[in-house]
């Protein structure tokens, strides 16, 4: 360690910025399509060598990485290098690269972090205001949908609603059904949450009918709901038949997370109705 620094005193900077962009390329090409295998490595080389556009390249390709190994402090961090570095890159599609990483860096901030944090709402904030700028509606309508999710978990039921009001109105003039499917499942958990079950029921009821010939993963979420408002709203056997349905939607889709989500609304419905032996099925069928 001792040479290393010695010697490296004796390299002028300019030299040092040199040999950097001249191992980083070397390694990048002899990578090839495996180069993002070395992306953290290339990042700091090509960032050392002030090739800042590739830098921001590679620190962004090795946050996916970090992010797809659950090593979540070290893509937040990552993901904030790429973004910090954005102005010294002078891209022509700035905007556009920093909200392609925003979303992922806010999973990231959840994890790490938890919802409560203010970072997550300056993350939406700011990816809002990127996507309206570009004129992306696509990826406005993607930040509006996780910006909802971080408002219900935190509480915020009424700014929820307002976001659930934006993503149907977005819905409706696309007129496309998986949207609008999306767009009433999330007022009918907004309105049910706030208490206000008739609007809840119509809203899911509503997101049922749309979506009656498409096998959609959010159908038995819907249905599942539904059961539970019906349960609030008196109508115990009402409940207990759309518990089923929504189990039965679940079990045609084959996927864990919406069976494992039915099993768990269905066995609710059943505790709440006193059937207890039944319930502990569905929990045990859950592990």
Same mark, same amino acid.
């Given at each position: ?8 005193s ?6 040092r ?16 399509t ?12 090509f ?33 904030g ?24 860096r806010?999973?990231a901030?959840?994890?790490?972090q ?10 939406? &904030?700011? =990816? #809002?205001?990127? *996507? !309206? ?7 406005? @309508?993607?930040? +509006?949908h996780? %910006? ?6 935190q509480?915020h ?20 059904k ?10 009918g ?16 009821e509503n ?10 993963e959010?159908?038995?979420?819907v ?5 539970w408002?019906l ?12 518990? &089923?349905? =929504? #189990?039965?939607? *679940? !079990? ?7 069976? @494992?989500?039915? +099993?768990?609304? %269905? ?14 099925t ?6």
């Amino acid at each position: 360690a001792m040479y290393q620094q010695g010697l490296s005193s004796r390299v002028s900077e300019a030299r040092r910025v040199e040999w950097q962009g001249k191992i980083a390329a070397r390694e990048e090409q002899a990578y090839g399509t495996d180069a993002r295998d070395i992306a953290g490595q290339l990042a700091v080389r090509f960032a050392t060598a002030r090739q800042y556009d590739r830098a921001v390249k590679y620190f962004e390709l090795a946050a996916r990485n970090a992010l797809a190994g659950n090593a979540y402090i070290e893509a937040d961090r990552l993901y904030g290098k790429a973004i910090e570095m954005l102005p010294l890159a002078q891209l022509d599609d700035a905007g556009r690269v920093e909200l392609r990483m925003l979303l992922p860096r806010s999973v990231a901030v959840i994890v790490t972090q938890g919802y409560a944090t203010d970072e997550i709402d300056k993350i939406h &904030q700011r =990816a #809002l205001t990127l *996507a !309206r700028d570009c004129g992306d509606q696509p990826a406005a @309508v993607r930040v +509006l949908h996780s %910006a909802w999710s971080t408002c219900v978990a935190q509480g915020h039921l009424h700014r929820a609603r307002s976001l659930a009001i934006e993503i149907s109105d977005q819905a409706e003039l696309t007129s496309d059904k998986t949207a609008l499917l999306q767009a009433y499942a999330k007022l009918g958990q907004t309105s049910f949450h706030l208490g206000e079950l008739a609007m809840a029921r119509a809203y899911f009821e509503n997101a049922l009918v749309i979506s009656a010939d498409m096998p959609d993963e959010e159908r038995p979420r819907v249905a599942g709901y539904l059961a539970w408002t019906l349960w609030y709203l008196g109508f115990p056997d009402a409940a207990s038949r759309m518990s &089923q349905e =929504a #189990l039965q939607m *679940a !079990r045609a889709l084959k996927g864990h997370y919406g069976l @494992v989500f039915g +099993l768990g609304f %269905a066995a609710w419905v059943h505790a709440f109705r006193g059937e207890l032996p039944e319930a502990q099925t569905l929990v045990d069928e859950q592990f």
